[in-house]
């Protein structure tokens, strides 16, 4: 049974011949009956904050649970994240090696295009050399041809006029 500050100070000792000094018995009944009360009233405050507290260790859990979840859901986002950019940079570089690939085979069918052409013209400039030197032989020949029958043509003719300048004295 719980004794309440009013149980106390309503408590009646019964007395008997020589009992206890009823003031000093009341005395103590009141001082016990005020800390009684005191104690009440500091317990009340304290449950009050127990509660209070309580209240918000369920709520700081909660954040916890939340914060824990967010932060693993975080985490898996970051790994997705580097996860997925790895895989990126993966397939730029196989698309840069591909690509570039793709251009050193062009530069060198160009470049075999470009040999070829080379060799094409250098043949084509042999042969036009050839070509020259034939029509400059041909035209050497030509004027050789045309000196002599200059020089022959300068000998008949000079004969025929020692010819008829000895004709007349006959």
């Known amino acids: 049974m719980k004794i ?3 149980d106390i100070q309503q408590m009646v000792f019964k007395t008997g011949f020589r009992g206890y000094d009823k003031e000093e018995v009341n005395r103590f009944l009141e001082e016990i009956a005020e800390t009684v009360e005191e104690l009440n ?6 449950r009050e904050k127990i509660t209070f507290l309580e ?4 709520e ?11 932060l693993v859901s975080a985490q898996s986002l970051a790994e997705d994240v580097k ?9 730029v570089i196989k698309e840069a090696e591909l690509k570039a690939g793709e251009m050193i085979r062009q530069a060198r069918v160009e470049l075999s295009n470009t ?5 094409v013209l250098q043949k084509q400039r042999l ?10 032989r041909t035209f050497e020949r030509m004027l050789e041809v045309e000196e002599q029958e200059a ?8 004969e025929h006029k020692l010819e008829g300048e000895s004709s007349p004295a006959l």
């Open 127 to 136: 042969l036009m050399v050839e070509r020259l030197r034939a029509t400059l």
């Open 115 to 119: 040999q070829r052409d080379l060799s």
């Open 83 to 91: 996860r997925s950019a790895q895989r990126e940079s993966e397939l």
């Open 4 to 6: 309440t500050p009013l």
């Open 60 to 70: 700081l859990k909660r954040t916890e649970v939340t914060l824990s979840n967010t």
């Open 55 to 58: 209240q918000q260790l369920i």
């Open 41 to 46: 009233r500091e317990n009340a405050v304290q």
């Open 151 to 158: 020089f022959q043509d300068g000998a008949s003719s000079a």
